[in-house]
């Protein structure tokens, strides 16, 4: 069963300090890893998208990287902002599926003060 | 803005009542999936059109279905509704070499 499994469930940092969300999946077959950032009430919006060949991308102060044979996706944040607050959603994709996707439960953040 | 539109925007209707979710796909997308996502929820997939044809159907209830049409816009109809079916539901569109994006989502209460 194509699953994708995401830790921590939750997350509290103080503002300024860095932090690492893990993304665990058994999709196959892979086609590419996606990391979605949403904001509460609000549509996910795309940070990164890795396919198989790729180990690591970087979208600002967002670095994700990918081990597609440990089947494992790491999104680390770098001096997180109050606006980084949001729930982060790892989706990964089957090939030859109809692009379809496969969502974590996500990590939901929260950057203080 | 994503250039995928969702209306409307909330909606609060009662228990076995029947509401029509629209959305509009980015310009140039032929592919539209309807996600569901209750309170503190994941997305939940429910069904995927392509230029007008089913794609692909996921957890979707048979109280729901949907369609897309000839200008690719689509439509979910949820009908006899239950307390339950209240969730944010969502849209997103994708093209051949395109990204996929999401709307910004109905919020649908039921009472």
């Known amino acids: 069963k194509n699953q994708v499994e995401q830790s921590p469930q939750s997350l509290i940092i103080l503002e300024g300090k860095n932090c690492t969300l893990q993304?665990?999946?058994?999709?196959?077959?892979?086609?590419?890893l996606r990391w979605y950032k949403q904001d509460t009430g609000r549509g996910p919006v795309s940070l990164t998208i890795?396919?198989?060949?790729?180990n690591t991308k970087s979208n600002g102060r967002y670095t994700a990287t990918l081990d597609a044979d440990t089947k494992q996706s790491s999104l680390h944040i770098t001096a997180s902002q109050l606006s980084d607050s949001a729930s982060y959603i790892c989706v990964v994709s089957v090939r030859n599926a109809g692009n379809m996707l496969t969502f974590g439960g996500g990590t939901r953040l929260m950057v203080k003060p | 803005d994503s250039g995928v539109t969702q209306t409307p925007k909330h909606l609060i209707t009662a228990t076995g009542q029947r509401v029509t979710l629209r959305c509009s796909p980015r310009s140039g997308d032929l592919s539209v999936y309807w996600y569901q996502q209750s309170l503190d929820q994941g997305l939940q997939f429910l069904i995927q059109y392509y230029n007008g044809e089913e794609r692909a159907k996921g957890n979707i209830l048979e109280r729901f279905s949907a369609q897309q049409f000839p200008d690719l816009h689509s439509e979910l109809n949820l009908s006899s509704l239950e307390l339950g079916d209240s969730a944010l539901y969502f849209c997103?569109?994708?093209?051949?070499?395109?990204?996929?994006?999401f709307g910004s989502g109905t919020r649908l209460t039921v009472v």
């Open positions: 890795m396919t198989f060949s790729e």
């Open positions: 993304c665990n999946y058994t999709v196959s077959p892979f086609s590419n």
């Open positions: 997103a569109s994708s093209g051949e070499g395109r990204g996929y994006t």
